[in-house]
């Protein structure tokens, strides 16, 4: 009886820790921090953060913009700029004081500057930016420092980054060049800019845009990350597989009207 007890009490005891230590570990990945005015850094899970940086659009709208920072063993990997010289300069200052990790990898998902915009900041850190060949040769108009080309991507085509991370081309949409990044471990969809959130209603920026193959574009990345939990869109705030829903829903006949 006594051993009963005392095994009661000591499985009471360790359940009522690791609960503690679950609760724990939910409020550290939640940390979050105010970098600057114009950008802000927020933990997802161990070894993954947001970046978001702010531009003032108009009086009215101050439009954000996200950005992944993944750990890869003992160094840290770059999805996206800031936006803009300045942005990326406080980033990477703010992962060397906070993370103390050095960062080995960039990777642009689209020519757009908020996407490449901190490509002169890389350049003077000496830290290598990597994009498809399309948005190697989409670059040249931006009088940017080109990326290094990691092939040319045909609709549907992936590729492997390490063991984690696959690079996927859906087409294009949002631009000619844009891409997505499913993180697998995390179980993540980088979905930049091709993947809209409600926060900031519409299709936003169509200058470069295919809206004729976009659709088709988000078919694709929805019949292929089927498991993603977390969708983390190129403006706004992250959210799950809705997302992609949401974003097709802005190709209705209704939604065209409006």
Known sequence: MLKTKICC??????????????????????????????????????????????????????????????????EIWLIDTAWGESATAELLAWIKTELKLPVTKAIATHYHDDRTGGAMTLLQQQIPLFSSQQTRLLSISQNIPLP???????PGDSKDLGSEV??????????????????????????????KAPQ???????????????????????????????????????GDLTLLSYSLSLFSADAKED
């Open 148 to 154: 290094q080309s990691f092939g040319a991507l045909q």
């Open 200 to 238: 900031f209603a519409g299709l936003g920026n169509i200058a470069d845009a295919d809206l004729t193959h976009w659709p088709l574009a988000l078919q694709r990345v929805q019949q292929r990350y089927t498991e993603a939990k977390i969708v983390v869109p190129g403006h706004g705030e992250p």
């Open 166 to 195: 696959e690079i996927f081309y859906p087409g294009p949409g949002h631009s000619h060049d844009n891409l997505v990044v499913y993180l697998k471990e995390h179980q993540l969809l980088f979905g930049g800019c091709a993947v």
């Open 9 to 74: 009490l000591v499985l009471g005891f360790f359940c009522q820790f690791q609960l503690q230590a679950e609760v724990a570990t939910e409020a550290s990945t939640q940390q979050s921090w105010q970098v600057s005015a114009q950008l802000t850094v927020k933990q997802l899970a161990p070894g993954l953060w947001l970046h978001t940086s702010f531009r003032q659009l108009s009086p009215d709208l101050r439009f954000s913009s996200n950005g992944l920072l993944l750990k890869q063993k003992n």
